[in-house]
């Protein structure tokens, strides 16, 4: 397995006049279960269907698995994909669909698949129809796993589940990454349930990455600091402002620092994985602002 398992340059993909991405530059290491988030619109969906083969781009260059995702059907094969809306055919029964993985998918393994349905408690000769939210998302999942890509990417596979349907498809997708040793693009807006499962983070807002590393790393070297007003030039030069608020006596800042934090008039607290991202979506927000502003 490759080093990297995705890595995109100055990506784009343009539908008439819209850019739905562009000029994303992105690395995402092998071995991971890498949680991709951001903003409606920051171009996550069309990534994920550039790096899984089903788009072309419209100016850069993205690889997957050390090539063109969709240079050969044997590169195709070693990616897994499972959508939004955890696409299966209603009117087949989970039977035809395990059928239809074996004759598309030279590397399936039919007997994990069937293995896996029992296990759900799903009969094969079960509509797609007829099985509930939950139930079709772990189908769906069942097709993914059993195709055994070396990557599998999975575009917001829980947004319309309950939260225990949530968790038991996160449960069984932990289950196989252990299991099976792949690696897993997984894109979210439920932080929680990434903080569960992912232990490396990609913020994506606007095509651009705001913060790329492993979750354990990120959290260990971001803090809140909440003290007296100060100017944002006044802070050390070690630590870098991610976000910034102030009143008229109080200013509480989100930092980067591997330096410890001695200054007595902050009151330093660690993030959780949201804080984080949602304290870089600000930094995004505010630079933008900045930039708006020197144009005028």
Known sequence: MTSSVLEAQKLGRKYGRRWALRDCTIEIPS?????????????????????????????????VLGDRPAATPARLARIGFVAQDTPVYSGLSIADHLRLGARLNPRWDAAMAQERIARLGLAPDQRAGKLSGGQRAQVALTLGLAKRPELLILDEPVAALDPLARREFMQGLMEATVEHEFSVVLSSHLVSDLERVCDFLVVLVDSRVQVAGETDKLLATHYRLTGPRRDTDRLPADQQVISASHTDRQSTFVVRTDSPIHDPAWTVTQLNLEDLVLAYMDKHTADRRAALEVQR
């Open 31 to 63: 071995g991971h279960v890498v949680g991709l988030v951001g903003p409606n619109g920051a171009g996550k969906t069309t990534l994920l269907k550039l790096a899984s083969g089903q788009l072309e781009a419209t100016e850069g260059a993205v690889t």
